[in-house]
């Protein structure tokens, strides 16, 4: 396989683990990155003395592609846990006047929980056979799973179990997470998430989650800088030309195989003639969109050493989550970010910072006058969202997606994780690995 040239376009973590999986089976492959480092949402960045991972924030014991390429590299010593907790970890919801911490990884937790009903603590029960009949359905394929996709996640709670832990469970766990709107996601693609993923352990990387992504980078080819203007294909077996500009000059790539890593609603403006497929296919991605705040903040008064919440939708506040913690140096990390209904992303940063302030000195006083220094990290290409119809969709296109001698991955054909995103570009490395 040598003598096999594929270029990868995009250098986040799906397309760095095609490239790292098609360079270990011997073929020449060269990445090329429109930013000036790799990892996509999967970095990390360094800003008053803090590391903060501004994209995605922990990985599962549940990505199993993930933790066995770790293991290829070598470096399962720099794994660390993320929380405390042996499983899941602690959040603070709001609920009126009242704030109650519960493990939003961990369904026994929502059981002895005081800020819903009983009658809502009781209906979790009606979860369980949905999770046994999932629970043998492969995470990386959600397609294949059973069961109509025909209603939104929040239609299928207040339907099925129990308004108020949408409202106070769900909803507002989906919104900081992933900036999902209650129509963002399906009530299938709900089970098939949590099926998989409440009850696990979080991990992250002693040096930050960019950690794992600039160590992959760094056994690759990677061409920084490198925007992709077009890609012209001929049929399976004819190869393709990878048009791009770097530092200004116009280049170009001949390749046996291409692998397509951007976002979604990027992919059908590369082509001057999609295949019908893809045509079909990619209309039907969208991503969320958010931003966060990071702050700086100094005092000494004990209400700055901890604190914060989530912010459920039905709650009137403007903020999905804020949380601060007092670092060993005295010194305090904050972060905040508004709901998904509330944030616009024609916002200009100072707008942003006086609308999460105003909440934030509202719910805790103190912080008024403490900060410092503030960053604003945009993320216009935040996850994919899986509507109702959605999967139904993804089988279509995974049936027949006329791939070569173009291939793609992205979490949005699977799931929206930094644990997805990498599993797709694994089997995007193996599709081509059958045809070469």
């Given at each position: 396989m040598a003598d096999r040239k594929i270029v990868v376009v995009g250098a986040g973590i799906a397309g760095l683990t095609a490239a790292y999986r098609l360079q270990r089976l011997g073929c020449q492959v060269t990445l090329l990155e429109t930013s000036s480092k790799p990892g996509g949402r999967m970095i990390t960045i360094h800003w008053q003395g803090f590391q903060i991972d501004p994209g995605a924030s922990f990985l599962t014991s549940r990505d199993a592609y993930l933790f066995q390429l770790v293991d290829e590299l070598g470096i399962r010593d720099q794994i660390s846990p993320f929380k405390n907790e042996?499983?899941?970890?602690?959040?603070?919801?709001?609920?009126?006047?009242?704030?109650?911490?519960?493990?939003?990884?961990?369904?026994?937790?929502?059981?002895?929980?005081?800020?819903?009903?009983?009658a809502a603590r009781l209906s979790m029960v009606k979860l369980f056979p949905h999770f046994w009949r999932y629970r043998k359905y492969d995470p990386y394929y959600p397609e294949l799973a059973p069961g109509d996709d025909a209603e939104t996640m929040q239609e299928f709670f207040n339907r099925k179990i129990h308004r108020e832990m949408f409202d106070y469970w769900v909803e507002p766990t989906m919104d900081v997470m992933c900036s999902y709107l209650p129509g963002d996601y399906s009530g299938k693609m709900l089970l098939l998430s949590y099926v998989n993923y409440l009850s696990t352990r979080t991990y992250s990387f002693k040096e930050g989650l960019g950690y794992f992504t600039q160590v992959l980078a760094d056994r690759l080819n990677v061409e920084y800088n490198a925007r992709v203007v077009r890609i012209d294909y001929r049929a399976a077996g004819g190869g393709a030309q990878v048009h791009y500009l770097q530092d200004g000059a116009a280049r170009t790539l001949d390749a046996d195989f291409v692998v397509v890593a951007v976002p979604g609603e990027a992919v059908l403006d590369l082509f001057e003639q999609p295949r019908s497929a893809w045509k079909s296919f990619f209309p039907h991605v969208h991503y969320t969109s958010s931003a966060k705040l990071f702050m700086l903040l100094e005092g000494d008064a004990p209400a700055l050493d901890k604190g914060g919440a989530f912010f459920p939708q039905c709650e009137p506040w403007k903020l999905a989550v804020l949380g601060w913690e007092r670092k060993p140096d005295g010194r305090i990390q904050g972060m905040a970010a508004l709901k998904a209904g509330c944030y616009d992303p024609a916002m200009s940063n100072e707008e942003f910072i006086r609308t999460i302030m105003a909440d934030a000195i509202r719910f805790e006083p103190a912080l008024a006058g403490h900060i410092e220094d503030t960053l604003v990290f945009r993320w216009p290409h935040k996850v994919p969202t899986f509507r109702p119809g959605y999967l139904a969709a993804l089988k279509g296109f995974k049936e027949a997606p006329q791939e070569d001698p173009v291939f793609f991955c992205g979490d949005y054909l699977i799931m929206g994780s930094a644990g997805s995103a990498l599993a797709s570009g694994w089997q995007c490395a193996e599709r081509i690995s059958k045809v070469i």
């Amino acid at each position: 396989m040598a003598d096999r040239k594929i270029v990868v376009v995009g250098a986040g973590i799906a397309g760095l683990t095609a490239a790292y999986r098609l360079q270990r089976l011997g073929c020449q492959v060269t990445l090329l990155e429109t930013s000036s480092k790799p990892g996509g949402r999967m970095i990390t960045i360094h800003w008053q003395g803090f590391q903060i991972d501004p994209g995605a924030s922990f990985l599962t014991s549940r990505d199993a592609y993930l933790f066995q390429l770790v293991d290829e590299l070598g470096i399962r010593d720099q794994i660390s846990p993320f929380k405390n907790e042996n499983s899941g970890f602690q959040v603070v919801i709001v609920r009126g006047n009242t704030h109650h911490k519960v493990n939003f990884m961990k369904l026994s937790s929502y059981l002895r929980w005081p800020t819903v009903s009983l009658a809502a603590r009781l209906s979790m029960v009606k979860l369980f056979p949905h999770f046994w009949r999932y629970r043998k359905y492969d995470p990386y394929y959600p397609e294949l799973a059973p069961g109509d996709d025909a209603e939104t996640m929040q239609e299928f709670f207040n339907r099925k179990i129990h308004r108020e832990m949408f409202d106070y469970w769900v909803e507002p766990t989906m919104d900081v997470m992933c900036s999902y709107l209650p129509g963002d996601y399906s009530g299938k693609m709900l089970l098939l998430s949590y099926v998989n993923y409440l009850s696990t352990r979080t991990y992250s990387f002693k040096e930050g989650l960019g950690y794992f992504t600039q160590v992959l980078a760094d056994r690759l080819n990677v061409e920084y800088n490198a925007r992709v203007v077009r890609i012209d294909y001929r049929a399976a077996g004819g190869g393709a030309q990878v048009h791009y500009l770097q530092d200004g000059a116009a280049r170009t790539l001949d390749a046996d195989f291409v692998v397509v890593a951007v976002p979604g609603e990027a992919v059908l403006d590369l082509f001057e003639q999609p295949r019908s497929a893809w045509k079909s296919f990619f209309p039907h991605v969208h991503y969320t969109s958010s931003a966060k705040l990071f702050m700086l903040l100094e005092g000494d008064a004990p209400a700055l050493d901890k604190g914060g919440a989530f912010f459920p939708q039905c709650e009137p506040w403007k903020l999905a989550v804020l949380g601060w913690e007092r670092k060993p140096d005295g010194r305090i990390q904050g972060m905040a970010a508004l709901k998904a209904g509330c944030y616009d992303p024609a916002m200009s940063n100072e707008e942003f910072i006086r609308t999460i302030m105003a909440d934030a000195i509202r719910f805790e006083p103190a912080l008024a006058g403490h900060i410092e220094d503030t960053l604003v990290f945009r993320w216009p290409h935040k996850v994919p969202t899986f509507r109702p119809g959605y999967l139904a969709a993804l089988k279509g296109f995974k049936e027949a997606p006329q791939e070569d001698p173009v291939f793609f991955c992205g979490d949005y054909l699977i799931m929206g994780s930094a644990g997805s995103a990498l599993a797709s570009g694994w089997q995007c490395a193996e599709r081509i690995s059958k045809v070469i």
